[in-house]
């Protein structure tokens, strides 16, 4: 590569991180780079808003990643990597394609396992029919006890508590009764936001009935009981648990235990050369929307000034946010790194979405006529991570 010529960025993967990727480095870069993406997926699925989906059908918007692409004038391969030569700068994908870059940014994602075995794993779209069952049931007073289940080692737990709160909202709005029980190994509700958000959301559990028991981990629901080690066993009809991620454990890249990649403050991966790992598939504690939109950030900043945008990249300093969705009136919470949480029932943050990119939720919002409802649970395939 030449100072005239600009510099070839492949970003893997057309997530939450990947599009974000694309759309900082366009606007902190432009032309100084020239971008090409690598997805095996045909659609960007706002995810998050899945657990509205069993009380408010057609909440899910689905978006063409083609569409995407052919707006930002990216060229797509609808592929997925089968392993990354770093020392060649290339990518093979899994139909035998040799890509080749200057920089390479993996946001492959991570794959959910099942965590609570003979409870409904909550994975996303796809298990959104069985949950709005359970719901059913609650409502029409075939079964009563349900617990809701974080699962040991999970880092965001905060769909859980949504599904929780909305089933109780529902419930009691068609007059059932139901015993509803909130399991998580965490000290306190939703503990990565601090105390202060602990409370809040304490309160809104007692307020809609839902019995609390913390510092407990579910080990599996079995004959019509939610075993916890040490803690016993208590008897419920039915267990919804989140899954557990696990990492995409590419070839070629050095990965932890779980199978996540290893990355310095500025999203290289430790131990090669022009890659970067931003998103779920990098080895940062919390695995959410809005902190793999920041990672993209960083590493976007990175490449602008290694491609030569006047540009001076910052290391990677986290604000999570949470929208929090009840059934009711939503609540807002946000924390910096060490910082005080604010938690509100008014908007923190613009657009408030569920994903907060600081380029990716503007330009959903700005292209809505890309998006379309997304398809029922049952025609929602479960598609292989790269």
């Given at each position: 590569m030449t100072n005239a010529e600009p510099m070839r960025v492949l970003v893997a993967g057309a997530g939450v991180a990947g599009l974000e990727t694309v759309l900082a480095l366009q606007a902190l870069a432009g032309d100084r780079t020239a971008i090409e993406l690598l997805a095996p997926d045909r659609h960007f699925t706002y995810r998050p808003l899945a657990v509205a989906e069993p009380f408010a059908p057609g909440s899910v918007q689905r978006f063409p990643i083609a569409a995407i692409a052919a707006d930002r004038a990216v060229p797509l391969v609808r592929d997925a990597v089968a392993q990354v030569h770093a020392d060649d700068r290339v990518v093979e994908t899994q139909d035998g394609s040799r890509l080749e870059y200057d920089a390479l940014v993996l946001a492959l994602g991570?794959?959910?396992?099942?965590?609570?075995?003979?409870?409904?794993?909550?994975?996303?779209?796809?298990?959104?029919?069985?949950?709005?069952?359970?719901?059913?049931?609650?409502?029409?007073?075939t079964i009563r006890r349900v617990a809701f289940v974080v699962p040991g080692g999970t880092s965001w737990a905060l769909p859980l508590y949504e599904l929780a709160l909305q089933a109780a909202t529902a419930v009691r709005g068609a007059g059932a009764a139901a015993e509803l029980?909130?399991?998580?190994?965490?000290?306190?509700?939703?503990?990565?936001?601090?105390?202060?958000?602990?409370?809040?959301?304490?309160?809104?559990?007692e307020e809609r009935g839902i019995t609390l028991r913390t510092g407990a981990i579910a080990d599996d629901f079995d004959e019509g009981r939610l075993w916890m080690g040490l803690e016993g066993s208590f008897a419920v009809d039915r267990v919804i648990a989140l899954a557990r991620l696990v990492g995409p454990r590419p070839r070629g890249v050095p990965c932890d235990p779980l199978g996540y990649i290893p990355v310095d403050e500025f999203t290289r991966v430790l131990g090669l050369d022009a890659v970067h790992a931003v998103g779920d598939a990098a080895a940062h504690g919390v695995k959410q929307g809005g902190l793999a939109a920041q990672q993209a950030d960083v590493a976007a900043s990175v490449l602008a000034a290694a491609a030569g945008a006047p540009v001076t990249p910052k290391p990677y300093d986290p604000v999570l946010r949470g929208l929090l969705l009840t059934g009711g009136e939503n609540h807002y919470l946000r924390r910096e790194r060490g910082g005080p949480t604010e938690v509100s029932n008014e908007i923190l943050w613009w657009p408030p979405g569920k994903i907060v990119g600081r380029h990716l939720a503007p330009y959903l919002a700005a292209h809505l006529e890309l998006g379309r409802p997304a398809a029922p649970a049952s025609a929602i395939p479960v598609q292989a991570k790269a």
């Open positions: 991570s794959r959910p396992t099942e965590a609570v075995p003979g409870a409904l794993t909550f994975r996303g779209p796809q298990d959104v029919g069985r949950v709005g069952d359970v719901v059913a049931a609650l409502r029409a007073g029980s909130l399991v998580t190994p965490e000290p306190t509700p939703l503990a990565a936001f601090g105390e202060e958000a602990g409370a809040a959301v304490t309160t809104l559990l």
